[in-house]
């Protein structure tokens, strides 16, 4: 069974930093290419970064270049984004996310909440 389980979510202030975890099993993770995407309240899930399968490309968001970090350890079978001076607009359900091909799977999301 596919699982992806993120961790790490929480309340932060502005200006603040925090590091979610993404555990996955179920299939060939250093297979994937793995992301991290988030939804805001009302609005479009969006993707926030992304990373290949070997950890050699990465691509993010212009909202999020140079605050954001996306990294993988193959090893581990997880996936992270360290986040650093947090924005209020920032707020949002962050999901893990893997693809292959046409495999596409989702974890469950995890609550980040900005405060201003």
């Known amino acids: 069974e596919v699982q992806l389980v993120e961790s790490g979510g929480g309340l932060v202030q502005a200006g603040g930093s925090l590091r979610l975890s993404c555990a996955a099993s179920?299939?060939?993770?250093?297979?994937?290419?793995m992301s991290w995407y988030r939804q805001a309240p009302g609005k479009e899930r969006e993707l926030v970064a992304s990373?290949?399968?070997?950890?050699?490309?990465?691509n993010s968001a212009d909202s999020v270049k140079g605050r954001f970090t996306i990294s993988r350890d193959n090893a581990k079978n997880t996936l992270y984004l360290q986040m650093n001076s947090l924005k209020p607009e920032d707020t949002a359900v962050y999901y893990c996310?893997?693809?292959?091909?046409?495999?596409?799977?989702w974890g469950q999301g995890t609550q980040v909440t900005v405060s201003s």
């Open positions: 990373i290949s399968s070997t950890s050699g490309t990465t």
């Open positions: 179920g299939f060939t993770f250093n297979s994937y290419v």
């Open positions: 996310n893997s693809r292959l091909y046409n495999l596409n799977y």
